[in-house]
């Protein structure tokens, strides 16, 4: 599969500081996440999963990082070139435990990237494998590429 990628992790310092500054961005520029504006930068870093955006000549791949998320407790949903993920992860602590170090908690969180094309909506496949989510997203027929052969007058 000839795939390229469209955004990927962050690298170095300079590219973890452009990453976060385009989540902000997505943020404040997004409806649906302007109601929810975190009251610390920290709580938006960690309230979102990482993703990476892919595509091939038929499809956009979203993955997103979502460890101890099971697919039930997952909303998925793409309209108007955006795709919207949102969902919680539930820790539960024993009743008879006594916690040393609480780092991880229940979460809940959403996700809301603008895609570069329009996809397909009802051939769309969402699979949660080893806590990453790989959405496939078909792109809509006039975004798909094909060569044009020119003919000689």
């Keep these: 599969m000839n795939t390229r990628t469209i955004l990927t992790p ?3 310092a300079m590219d973890s500081l452009r990453h976060e500054l385009d989540r902000l961005y997505d943020r404040v520029t997004t409806p649906a996440l302007a109601s929810s504006w975190p ?37 998925i949903r793409a309209s108007d070139r955006t795709i919207t993920v949102s ?17 991880r908690s229940t979460l809940r969180f959403e996700r809301t990237m603008r895609l570069p094309v329009d996809v397909e909506s009802d051939a769309i496949d969402a699979r949660l494998e080893s806590g ?22």
């Design 10 to 12: 962050a690298t170095n």
């Design 87 to 103: 969902g919680c992860r539930t820790v539960d602590t024993p009743d008879d435990a006594t916690t040393l170090r609480h780092e």
């Design 132 to 153: 990453v989510l790989t959405i496939t997203l078909p792109k809509g027929k006039p975004a798909r590429s094909r060569r044009v052969a020119v003919r000689n007058a």
């Design 39 to 75: 009251t610390r930068i920290f709580d938006s870093m960690r309230s979102h999963p990482a993703v990476n955006l892919l595509e091939d000549d038929d499809n956009l791949y979203f993955e997103a990082e979502l460890p101890g998320v099971e697919g039930a407790d997952l909303d």
